[in-house]
C-alpha cells in the first residue's frame, strides 16, 4: 500500500468521522427546536390567562400549584436557555460543517494525485 | 449529507436534471423519495393529532351540557370501572405542554382545542402541498432516468452487433 492510499485512508476515516459528529449534532438541534417550539407554545397559552387562574405544574406524578407570574418567568427562563443552547449548537454546526468540506477537498487533492501520474483509472 | 448531491429536492431544480449521470440521477431519486416518506409520515402525524384534539373538544362540549351530580363510571383500569358523580362541569385542567395545567372554562377549553386545530391545519396544508410538488419531481426524475437506463441499453446493442458484424466481415 503506498503512502498516499494510506494518507488518503485517513483523510476518508476524518471524514466520515466529521459526518457522524455532524448528524449527531443535527439531532441534537432538531430535539432543542421542537423543546423551544413546545415552550413558545406554553408561553402564549399562559400569556392569554388571567392572574386569577389556576395553573398547575405536573412534578413526578402529583399536579403542584404554581403562581402564574412564577410560572411564566420560569417558562420564560427555560425559553432564554433552549434559545442560547440553539445559538451554541448553530456555530458548532458551522465549524463541524467546515471541517467536513476542508476533509472533503484534501479528499479530492489526494485523488487526483494518486490517478494523475498513473494516468487515471 | 454528501455535498454532491442537492438535498433541497428536485421540485426546485437549479440543475436540469437530464444534465446529471443515470447513478448521479439515481442518488438524487433516493434523496427526493427519503425526502417524501418523511413528509407523508409528518403529514399523518399532524393528522393523528388533529384527531386526538377533536375528540377531547367534543368530550369538553358533552361535558359542558351536563349537569353536576351526573352519575359516571371512570375507568381505573381497561376493565374495572367504580361509579362516580360529576362535581364540576364547567372547569376543566388544560395539558398546554412542558408539564404545565391550567384551569380553565369549558369555553376556553374548547376554544383552544379549535386554535390548535387550526394551527395544525395550516401546517398540513403547507406539508400537503410540498408533498404533493416532492412528489411530482420524483415522478420527473424517475421518468429521465428511465429513459437515460433505456438509452444506454439501446447503446450497447448497437455496439453488440456492431462487433458481431465486423467479425462477420472479417470471417467472410
Known sequence: MSDLQRQLDREMDAFREAQRELQKIVQARTQLERQSNENDLVMQELARLDDSANVFKLIGPALIKQDLTEAKANVGKRLDFIKGELGRVDSQIKVLQDKAVARQQEIMKLRQRAAGPVGGN | ?172
Open chain 2, 1 to 172: 449529507m454528501m455535498s454532491a448531491s442537492p438535498s433541497g429536492g428536485a421540485a426546485g431544480d437549479h440543475v436540469p436534471v437530464t444534465a446529471l449521470s443515470a447513478q448521479e440521477l439515481a442518488g438524487v431519486r433516493d434523496n427526493v423519495e427519503s425526502a417524501c416518506n418523511e413528509l407523508a409520515e409528518k403529514s399523518m402525524h399532524i393528522q393523528r393529532l388533529m384527531a386526538v384534539f377533536s375528540t377531547s373538544n367534543r368530550t369538553v362540549q358533552a361535558l359542558a351540557d351536563s349537569q353536576p351530580g351526573q352519575p359516571l363510571m371512570i375507568p381505573l383500569t381497561e376493565s374495572l370501572y367504580v361509579p362516580a358523580k360529576l362535581a364540576d362541569s364547567e372547569r376543566v385542567l388544560l395539558n398546554i405542554g412542558t408539564g404545565y395545567f391550567v384551569q380553565v372554562g369549558t369555553d376556553a377549553a374548547s376554544d383552544y382545542c379549535r386554535r390548535r386545530s387550526a394551527k395544525l391545519e395550516d401546517l398540513l396544508k403547507n406539508i400537503n402541498q410540498d408533498l404533493a410538488e416532492k412528489r411530482n419531481g420524483l415522478a420527473q426524475i424517475e421518468e429521465v432516468l428511465n429513459a437515460k437506463i433505456i438509452a444506454s441499453r439501446r447503446q450497447e446493442q448497437q455496439q453488440q452487433q456492431q462487433q458481431q458484424q465486423r467479425k462477420a466481415v472479417k470471417a467472410g
